[in-house]
């Protein structure tokens, strides 16, 4: 899965030239905490909203809202942007996107083409519902977390368990414990189809140590 898949298409910016005035009426009509700053088809930075009220007179200010009003057509966004930009690139997977947004600790990523244009953005809500899909919750899948040893062959026996009952895997991963050589398997399956699996596995030596169905379906 690819940042382009996922991304939000042709997102609202506006230039450095912009007015806060202007910037905040933009953020209050389409509901933004952010916005981008391009500049002849240049990112050149970001701000928020609060960085607006940071210029922004207290409300216990003597000025007159004219006065007020008249202040902020004077500021312009290139007072309160942030320069510095963390992007990613459009061609990116979902799951380098996570990453970057996770080590920086931010919750929105513009999106750039190879030349560098402004092309989207990705959120964190984004790679959410990303989660979600691949997953294939809302369809309704059982979960099974088996405990495994470091053995070669393990997933083929159990995916073989699996074939052989009329059963397909939807998405499949592993996690190594803190300690030792031991690690978890988790795969999903159609709940319509888990009947019976648990007692399968089991029955093959495997430590099967949760099952939970997810979703709109029923075991």
Known sequence: MFVA??????PI???STATIADAARLMKKNHFHRMLVVDNGKLVGYFSDRGIMRVS???????SRFEVRELLDKLTVKEIMHRKVITVRENATVEEAALIMYNNKVGGLPVVSDV???????TATDILKTFVN??????????????????VGTIAEISKILADSGVNIDSMITCRKPVGEKYDLVFRID??????IK???????YKVIHTVSIGNSEV
């Open 57 to 63: 007179p207290s409300p216990a200010t003597t000025l």
């Open 134 to 151: 691949l997953m294939g919750l809302p369809e309704g899948r059982t979960r099974f977390t088996l405990e495994l040893d470091n053995k």
């Open 116 to 122: 560098g244009a402004v092309v989207g953005i990705i």
């Open 199 to 205: 007692e399968k596995l089991e029955r093959a030596g």
């Open 5 to 10: 898949e996922r991304m939000t298409k042709n």
């Open 13 to 15: 910016t506006v230039p």
């Open 191 to 196: 709940s319509a189809h888990s009947e019976g």
